[in-house]
């Protein structure tokens, strides 16, 4: 029930934000132990429409949060945000993360990679951050696809 109670919330949020996202490249999605987890609102399908490539940009928030990651990481600059690109099937059950970039205060980008083995694809599991994140950036697209269409209503007369 939690878990219908908060896909709701976000679902709701995103409605009501749908107007403000047209400006804004980052929809916050979820914050949780000081991090922020937004997806960029220029999702990309890929050509045969199999998958959708959908950024996430992770904000460590507090001082602890962004001590935690840069320390399991074992890097030598604070890591202030990454942003990672996710790939998720055409049916939004599924995903893999293609590419990671970690930045510092400035912006200046301290490490990248691409996972390699992005070929296997795992479920959203229930419950999880990928799950917000797979629903909000689902719910972009359909609204995206939405608004094309009834611009391309309008284009056409309208139903005059």
Not at 130 to 135: A, M
């Amino acid at each position: 029930m939690k878990h219908l109670i908060a896909c709701f919330v976000i679902l709701t949020a995103l409605f009501v934000a749908a107007p403000a996202t047209q400006a804004a490249e980052w929809l916050s999605v979820v914050s949780q132990s000081g991090e922020t987890y937004s997806i960029n609102t220029d999702i990309t399908a890929s050509d045969d429409s199999t998958a959708y490539m959908v950024w996430v940009k992770n904000t460590f928030d507090t001082p602890e949060a962004r001590s935690n990651y840069t320390t399991s990481r074992a890097y030598s600059s604070t890591v202030y945000y990454k942003e990672t690109l996710y790939i998720f099937t055409a049916d939004w059950n599924k995903f893999n993360i293609m590419r990671v970039v970690c930045y510092d205060a400035t912006g200046n980008i301290i490490d990248q990679y691409d996972n390699t083995e992005a070929s296997e694809m795992y479920y959203v599991g229930d419950g999880t951050i990928t799950e917000y994140l797979c629903n909000a950036a689902q719910v972009v697209t359909q609204l995206r696809a939405g608004t094309a269409e009834y611009e391309q209503y309008i284009r056409n007369g309208g139903g005059q």
